[in-house]
């Protein structure tokens, strides 16, 4: 018997709405489909879902599990898994998936550029990955700074999930990284894991994703309770889910929110920047993934006051 889920207010809202699955998503069996539109609670739709995806298998067991992101980003996981089969092709080919690589291409390039600037003024530099996983987005940013300009960056990657850590680790030997990249274990928002006196602050942060599951008010606690990590003045780049993306993806979000039960929190724009003024940064400035600015992530630069 499946478990009764707490469903976020957003989150129950999408399940209410009328979603159609039509006869070019084959790749869904015909009932499939229609309790999709309809029945989604009926446990055949999630025995399908585990049957034949590996990412929806990843999501219902950790739903911050880094091999869900390696999956869409790259195709493959450390552990071997790949998507490779209709369900997960079409969950990594969405309106959503595609979010998420540009999320990772234009954060990154951001962050490279911010980083260069700050190494040319001839200071170190240190920048603190908050929720890395194996740091996607260090190895990304990684590329766009020029190779002697490492000497002086620091870049400290942070999480609780010691396989994603390890497989970071190997990566940073096997490119040679490893004298810029640490690893590090840790809750970062458990008060029993405060930096201690002695700690270098870090100039710098990426908080990716991390936002994208919580309500406005546990976000601004997280973002409160982040400072301490971090110089006066320090900067930080923050993606976070907005509305926009159950509102054009309803479809992928009703799999991935009502079935599987991946509990996002998307917020509007204005929630977004009232998050951070409440938690005391100055908002620099909010950009897209996409282009034209209309993208399903805000991604927010601020500085912590």
Known sequence: ????????????????????????????????????????TNPEVLEFLLAASEICRILVKSPADFEMLELVYFGCSPRGNVASNGVDK????????????????????????????????????????????????????????????????????????AFALAEGAKRARQQGLDGVLEFKRMDFLSLRNAP?????????????????GMTPEEAVSCLIKIKPFFRSGAELIVPTLLNRAFEEDARVFRVLCNVLGWQLKPKSLDEVREVFVSADYHVNSIFSERADGNGQYAIVHATIV
Do not use: N
């Open 1 to 40: 018997m499946r478990s009764i889920i707490m469903m976020s207010a957003k989150v129950e809202a999408l399940g209410k709405k009328i979603i159609h699955f039509g006869e070019e998503m084959d790749f869904f069996p015909e009932r499939i489909r229609q309790l999709l539109e309809s029945d989604w």
């Open 90 to 161: 079409w969950l990594a080919a969405s309106l959503s998936g595609q979010a998420l690589r540009d999320r990772l291409r234009v954060v990154s390039a951001w962050t490279a550029e911010h980083v260069m600037a700050a190494l040319k003024e001839g200071q170190h530099f240190t920048v603190l990955d908050l929720g890395a996983g194996p740091a996607p987005y260090a190895f990304e940013t990684l590329q766009g700074i020029a190779p002697q300009a490492l000497k002086d960056l620091k870049w400290k990657c942070v999480d609780i999930d």
């Open 196 to 212: 201690d006196s002695d700690d270098t602050k870090a100039d710098f942060g990426l908080l990716v994703g991390i936002l994208c």
